[in-house]
């Protein structure tokens, strides 16, 4: 008879692993010259959604990965409810992201990097614990947050840089 290796991983080790996963999604948004966010949805630590921000190539400005992650998951769940089911973002969800969440009945939120112009778990407005909705959601913040916003931070800054021009 072969050993069995039962392996425990902390909470926050399966966390991390997950984040690298939404963080592999926002890579492959970049290659699409899109805002480099990326999700994923797991229920019981499986994934069962991934997906990036897709705005410019969809020319849709409700692309969001988060979004994108919602209806992929409530396709391979065949139900409109995600309430035993957490998303991984690597940035915080905006209010319109965080107002599906909470339509979804997401159990759990756990995201990378705050966004303080936009963000609606807490840095600006704070959607998903609002007690005169119907649902609320739990919220971790700050998992690989230097990665998540290394990746924002290093995408806006290319933008900005001017270019020469050879003049004549």
């Known amino acids: ?56 190539m969809l020319k849709d400005p409700t692309a969001h990965a988060e979004m994108l992650a919602i209806t992929q998951a409530t396709n391979a769940l065949s139900a409109k409810w995600l309430q035993d089911c957490t998303l991984y973002v690597t940035i915080e969800p905006c209010s319109m992201c965080a107002g599906a969440m909470v339509l979804a009945r997401i159990k759990r939120i756990c995201f990378g990097a705050k966004d303080l112009k936009t963000g609606a778990c807490g ?12 649902h609320q959601i739990e919220v971790k913040k700050g998992i690989l947050e230097e990665e998540c916003a290394g990746l924002i931070s290093d995408f806006f800054r290319s933008k900005r840089k001017p270019t020469l021009k050879i003049s004549n």
Do not use: W, Y
């Open 1 to 56: 008879m072969g050993a069995c290796h039962i392996f425990l991983m902390s909470a926050q080790t399966i966390d991390k692993i997950l984040m690298f996963e939404a963080l592999k999604q926002a890579k492959q948004a970049l290659t699409h010259d899109e805002v480099p966010i990326g999700a994923v949805i797991t229920l019981d630590n499986r994934i069962i959604a991934r997906a990036h921000n897709q705005v410019e």
């Open 123 to 134: 840095s600006v407005v704070n959607i998903t614990k609002n007690k005169k909705l119907n």
